[in-house]
C-alpha cells in the first residue's frame, strides 16, 4: 500500500470546517483513499473513502486532486466531539484487505 | 446491532506469563483482523481471517503469537512468555467478505495489555 503524510496536528474552532490534507504522491491506480478516526480510548472509525471524485456522505467531504497525489478530508462544521485522530491510508478497495495506518492527523476542536 | 466486542478490556499480567484476547466480529462478518497500537502509534496490522482461515499473518511480530478462529467466528489472540514490549491495545475488527461493504472495517473497543 502506498504511503501516506499528513501534519501531526491540527486546530479548528467550533462551528468552523476543519480540512485535513493528506499526501500521497505513490498512490498506485487502482488503490482508493480512505479516512478513519480514533476517537481517544476508542477503536478506529471508518468515514469515507473514494478513488478520484469528491465524495460526501452524513460525516463528511473527501476532495481527491485530479493527479490524485493528495486529497482533503472536510468537516463542514467541527464540533467538540470531532476531536480525534484522523487517518488516511490508501488500499485496493472491494476486497477484505488490511489497513495500514500512519501516525494520523491529531485534530483538537476548540470553543 | 450490536458492533464487534473485545473481552477483557484491560489485562495485567507478569512477564513470561501466557495470555488470551478475545475477540467477537459482528455476526455475520467473514473478515476479522487483529491490530495493535502503541501509545502514540496509529494501529499496527497483524492478522487476518476469511472464515476460519488466517488469510494474512505478515504482521504477527514473531512465533510467541498465535490467533484462531475455530468455527468462523469467534477469535482468540494467543500470547506466549509475555514480554514487557507486548504491552499496548489489542484491537479487533471484521467486515464482510467482499462487495461495497468490504470497504469498511469495523472496529471493538481494544484489550489494553499491560505486561510488568
Known amino acids: 500500500d502506498a504511503k501516506t503524510t499528513q501534519p501531526p496536528s491540527m486546530d479548528c474552532a467550533e462551528g468552523r470546517a476543519a480540512n485535513l490534507p493528506c499526501n500521497h504522491s505513490?498512490?498506485?491506480?487502482?488503490?482508493?483513499v480512505y479516512w478513519y478516526r480514533q476517537i481517544h480510548s476508542q477503536g478506529p472509525q471508518y468515514i469515507i473513502h473514494?478513488?478520484?471524485n469528491n465524495e460526501t456522505n452524513e460525516m463528511a467531504s473527501l476532495i481527491i486532486t485530479e493527479d490524485r497525489k493528495s486529497s482533503t478530508l472536510i468537516l463542514p462544521h467541527a464540533t467538540l466531539r470531532d476531536t480525534a485522530v484522523y487517518y488516511c491510508?490508501?488500499?485496493?478497495?472491494?476486497?477484505?484487505?488490511?489497513?495500514?495506518f500512519g501516525t494520523g492527523t491529531r485534530l483538537q476542536v476548540t470553543l | 446491532g450490536a458492533g464487534v466486542s473485545q473481552t477483557p478490556s484491560n489485562k495485567v499480567t507478569e512477564k513470561g506469563k501466557y495470555v488470551e484476547l478475545r475477540c467477537d466480529p459482528i455476526?455475520?462478518?467473514?473478515?476479522l483482523y487483529w491490530y495493535r497500537q502503541s501509545l502514540g502509534q496509529g494501529p499496527e496490522f497483524l492478522i487476518y481471517?476469511?472464515?476460519?482461515?488466517?488469510?494474512?499473518d505478515s504482521g504477527l511480530p514473531n512465533d510467541r503469537f498465535f490467533a484462531v478462529r475455530p468455527e468462523g467466528s469467534v477469535s482468540t489472540l494467543k500470547i506466549q512468555r509475555t514480554e514487557r514490549g507486548d504491552s499496548a491495545v489489542y484491537l479487533c475488527?471484521?467486515?464482510?467478505?467482499?462487495?461495497?461493504?468490504?470497504?469498511?472495517?469495523?472496529f471493538g473497543p481494544g484489550t489494553r495489555l499491560t505486561v510488568l
Open positions: 475488527a471484521s467486515s464482510p467478505r467482499a462487495g461495497l461493504a468490504a470497504n469498511e472495517q469495523f
Open positions: 505513490t498512490i498506485s491506480g487502482n488503490e482508493y
Open positions: 473514494g478513488l478520484k
Open positions: 491510508i490508501v488500499r485496493v478497495t472491494g476486497t477484505a484487505s488490511k489497513l495500514t
Open positions: 455476526s455475520g462478518h467473514t473478515a
Open positions: 481471517f476469511q472464515g476460519t482461515g488466517a488469510a494474512d
